[in-house]
């Protein structure tokens, strides 16, 4: 029996580990992050990875985390509404998601219920082909799709509606032609529309650049342009659709919000510590080892650049039909 | 190659690294034994840890918490059939039968030794093989995925024994509608969600699994106490585990099994998508239809082979499934997503880049993995007993123990009481199931397979304009679907013959009299 009390006591131990680990609300930290996915996903390691350079560079004596996910982050921005700033210091991670969800009515909060905080990372949307594809540029594929644009079968990660199929439609849109007739390849995860393409069965993947160098690096495909504003420069040899003559410019970004009644100098606080973290070389690390690409915007430029976001997808929304326009 | 082997070993072999193993080894056996904690979450925990200590290390110790994580997992499958981790459910199916019979020493023990051949057969496959299998697992399309988890679903021909085909085959479909429950996967739309934000994400499988094993386990240990409790609580102090030792015929007897298993699986972890589930279900299915009529009918009431061959397999698929991840930088399941990421936060690209680049992170990988084995072996097989003494603890402290861990682990992963609620509700449901005596495991398989089989087939639909045509146009995808029907129709053709015996001895008893 001993030995059985023993055994349960590790199982014992094991448990509370796991759960101050996965969780650590109680855990008496300088900042909490509340990341609304599961473990490993893109916001737990865009949380992570601020976290890590905050206390590294010596910002924060200690950072916490907790994963939350459940209703495609709706569970999470409720319960950063509802506890509101009684739990302490949270700060919630996010990115486009957010603005198109609640555009979807998929979550019935928007980014208005809360303090936008600052936005971090950028990833952008790009356009990727098979190494031995027919088409060498853009311009082939949009040649391809005005002679019969059911030839192209365009992959991405996602169901249809959401991010990947809205970009290749507003892309396609820039171009002239009609983002409803885009055919759109659905696939559950990034990882797996990759497999697609290199499979054959998909002409052309949309995803994130940070996931299209994956499979560009890999040697396996070549990414043929890139939804950014200017010219990268990490990657000067990809074009931007501007560049290309086309009017489309689409960022990904990645930020943090806090509780909708967050009192003005603790605002002021996170500002200072994020603003504060950009110019280190702790940050500078964790940037390089994600490959992320920095898009640091204090509140009122990011609440400008989310309204700008939410107008945009609206209209490409309404016109494949996603939601319904008030007439 | 060689010169690689002796790199990887050197890596591996530094006093550091073994210790990476040990204490990998450990950390993901005593993780992975909570139901509902298993591989994925273990190694999400390690990563923050990994980056002090540099690639190399960091991938062995990630290696010794997967193998750890999946024994672990097993364990609590065949102990409390509580099948954390989908990989593990068809190891209940056996493994449960067999503890409850007094042999649940030998149970984890064959568990330990198939999951040790399995992962070493995976381990020299990958070694040898892996450039060459990329290749083929790349050209799988999503047309051969349909048909490759319509042969996994003709499995459930493997767990319905005489005369409960139908229960099993309205079980596979109750299961299917479950996965029907979140958001549409090509159109987005909700399905069958009530409005309840809850549901968005689907019902998540480690609820059914818990609800309809662990908890509804629970729940009949209470509604039919079994008379020889008061024996038990007496005897609790001389329990009931059984030698940890196997004869030579049993060795014989499982030896082909664990070699057939370990093939199956590791090239069904190569194909990105399929993975350990798919693979332990396949191998069970494929083991029983195998066995001779007479071993045949002791699966699912403790069959060695029973246990061995999901055991070998999934074991072999998972290092199947870092074929597509270190020479394509493809993850092929849950697990292998995570470690890419870990091998990208290095600043590592996996990929055919890797073997030249980092030679030492791609050679230590793989022979960590032996090590990984070895080591795990060496640990677990004195700590059985102990392990087992779960067992030996009286009904009623077991019961409330399931009752406990099931919970807690349903709610470490979501935080969502929500779930707790809906968990009640399906232990009833499956309560009342049980004990009008309808199979269990059919309602699991058709869930995990529903979402899968349902993305990949819409796909295919969809590539091919809304014809079948898909499922002849390329002779993969033909030949697979091929031998689905015809598993599908081997246990049909066993009960006409049954019937045809019966008819003709019925004859002759009536020509008799």
């Given at each position: 029996m001993k030995l059985l009390t023993k055994t349960f006591k590790s199982f014992k131990t094991t448990v509370l580990a796991a759960s101050l680990v996965l969780s650590s609300p109680f855990a008496m930290a300088d900042i909490h992050f509340l990341v609304p996915g599961g473990p490993g996903g893109g916001w737990d390691t865009t949380a992570r990875g601020v976290g890590e350079g905050l206390v590294k560079a010596g910002i924060e004596d200690n950072a916490s985390f907790q994963n939350m996910s459940g209703?495609?982050?709706?569970?999470?921005?409720a319960y950063l509404i509802e506890s509101g700033t009684k739990k302490g210091d949270i700060l919630m991670v996010n990115s486009t998601p957010i603005v198109l969800r609640a555009l979807s009515g998929k979550i019935p909060y928007s980014y208005r219920d809360l303090t936008p905080v600052a936005s971090m990372i950028a990833d952008y949307g790009a356009f990727v082909v098979r190494n031995d594809s027919p088409y060498k540029t853009w311009q082939d594929v949009i040649a391809a799709m005005k002679k019969d644009p059911g030839s192209v079968k365009?992959?991405?990660?996602?169901?249809?509606?959401?991010?990947?199929?809205?970009?290749?439609?507003?892309?396609?849109?820039?171009?002239?032609?009609?983002?409803?007739?885009?055919r759109y390849i659905p696939y559950d995860a990034g990882g797996k529309?990759?497999?697609?393409?290199?499979?054959?069965?998909?002409?052309?993947?949309?995803?994130?650049?940070?996931?299209?160098?994956?499979?560009?690096?890999?040697?396996?495909?070549?990414?043929?342009?890139?939804?950014?504003?200017?010219?990268?420069?990490?990657?000067?040899?990809?074009?931007?659709?501007?560049?290309?003559?086309?009017?489309?410019?689409?960022?990904?970004?990645?930020?943090?919000?806090?509780?909708?009644?967050?009192?003005?100098?603790?605002?002021?606080?996170?500002?200072?510590?994020?603003?504060?973290?950009?110019?280190?070389?702790?940050?500078?690390?964790?940037?390089?080892?994600?490959?992320?690409?920095?898009?640091?915007?204090?509140?009122?430029?990011?609440?400008?650049?989310?309204?700008?976001?939410?107008?945009?997808l609206k209209v490409v929304m309404e016109e494949l039909g996603f939601i319904r326009t008030l007439r | 190659m060689f010169d690689g082997i002796m790199l990887g070993l050197s890596t591996v072999l530094d006093w550091n690294n073994l210790l990476y193993v040990i204490v990998g080894c450990f950390v993901g056996t005593f993780i992975g034994m909570l139901p509902g904690l298993g591989p994925i979450t273990a190694i999400a925990l390690m990563i923050p840890i990994t980056y002090s200590i540099g690639a190399d290390s960091g991938m062995i110790l990630m290696a010794g918490v997967y193998y750890g994580a999946i024994f672990g997992g097993s364990t609590s499958s065949i102990l409390i059939n509580a099948p954390g981790v989908a990989g593990t459910v068809a190891s209940s199916f056996d493994g449960y039968p067999l503890a409850k019979q007094g042999h649940a020493g030998k149970a984890?023990?064959?568990?330990?030794?198939?999951s040790f051949i399995g992962g070493t057969i995976g381990a020299i496959l990958l070694m040898v093989a892996a450039p060459l299998l990329a290749k083929v697992s790349l050209s799988f399309q999503s047309p051969d995925y349909v048909v490759l988890m319509f042969l996994g679903l003709t499995a459930i021909a493997a767990f319905s024994n005489k005369g409960q085909f139908l229960k099993a085959m309205m079980m596979t479909v109750f299961g299917l509608m479950l996965a029907t429950v979140g958001i549409d996967p090509s159109?987005?739309?909700?399905?069958?969600?009530?409005?309840?934000?809850?549901?968005?994400?689907?019902?998540?499988?480690?609820?059914?699994?818990?609800?309809?094993?662990?908890?509804?386990?629970?729940?009949?240990?209470?509604?039919?106490?079994?008379?020889?409790?008061?024996?038990?609580?007496?005897d609790s102090d001389t329990p009931q585990i059984g030698s940890t030792k196997l004869s030579k015929a049993e060795v014989k007897e499982m030896a082909p099994t664990v070699g057939r298993s370990s093939l199956l699986g590791f090239i069904v972890g190569v194909l990105p998508g399929a993975g350990a589930t798919i693979a332990s279900f396949m191998a069970y299915a494929t083991e029983r239809n195998l066995a001779p009529k007479a071993l045949k009918d002791k699966f699912g009431k403790g069959s060695l082979r029973g246990l061995a061959a999901p055991e070998s397999a999934n074991n072999a698929a998972c290092t199947g499934s870092f074929v597509p991840l270190l020479t394509l930088g493809i993850p092929g399941s849950g697990t292998t997503a995570i470690m890419l990421g870990a091998l990208i936060a290095y600043g590592i690209q996996p990929g055919p880049m890797l073997m030249e680049e980092n030679p030492s992170v791609f050679w230590a990988?793989?022979?960590?993995?032996?090590?990984?084995?070895?080591?795990?072996?060496?640990?677990?097989?004195?700590?059985?007993?102990?392990?087992?003494?779960?067992?030996?603890?009286?009904?009623?402290?077991?019961?409330?123990?399931?009752?406990?861990f099931s919970l807690i682990g349903v709610y470490l992963v979501s935080f969502n009481t929500f779930d707790l609620f809906m968990m009640v509700g399906f232990a009833l449901v499956a309560l009342v199931l049980r004990i009008l005596a309808f199979p269990m495991a059919p309602l699991l398989l058709g869930f995990i397979l529903g979402d899968m089989i349902e993305r990949n087939f819409r796909r295919s639909m969809m590539l091919s304009d809304g014809s079948l045509s898909f499922l002849w146009e390329r002779p993969l995808t033909l030949s697979i679907f091929i031998i689905s029907i015809l598993v599908l129709l081997f246990p049909l053709k066993d009960f006409i013959t049954q019937r045809r015996v019966d008819k003709a001895a019925l004859k002759a008893n009536q020509e008799h009299t």
């Open positions: 209703g495609g982050g709706g569970r999470a921005i365009v992959a991405g990660g996602s169901a249809r509606g959401s991010m990947d199929h809205l970009v290749a439609a507003q892309a396609v849109k820039s171009a002239g032609l009609d983002g409803r007739r885009l529309a990759k497999a697609g393409l290199l499979s054959g069965e998909v002409n052309l993947l949309s995803t994130g650049l940070s996931e299209a160098l994956e499979v560009a690096n890999g040697g396996q495909a070549r990414i043929l342009a890139v939804t950014s504003g200017k010219t990268l420069p990490d990657y000067p040899q990809i074009p931007t659709l501007k560049s290309l003559g086309y009017d489309m410019e689409f960022v990904n970004w990645r930020g943090f919000f806090a509780a909708p009644n967050l009192p003005a100098e603790k605002l002021a606080q996170y500002t200072e510590k994020l603003r504060k973290l950009q110019t280190t070389p702790e940050w500078e690390a964790v940037r390089a080892r994600n490959g992320w690409l920095n898009l640091f915007q204090e509140k009122d430029q990011f609440i400008k650049s989310l309204e700008q976001q939410e107008a945009q | 984890l023990a064959i568990a330990a030794y198939s159109s987005g739309t909700e399905r069958f969600t009530f409005g309840q934000a809850d549901l968005l994400d689907g019902i998540s499988f480690l609820l059914v699994a818990m609800a309809t094993f662990a908890l509804a386990e629970a729940l009949i240990n209470v509604v039919r106490p079994e008379k020889k409790e008061v024996k038990s609580i007496n990988v793989i022979v960590s993995m032996y090590f990984g084995n070895i080591v795990l072996l060496i640990l677990n097989l004195p700590l059985i007993p102990y392990f087992a003494k779960v067992l030996a603890m009286p009904k009623s402290v077991l019961t409330i123990m399931i009752l406990f």
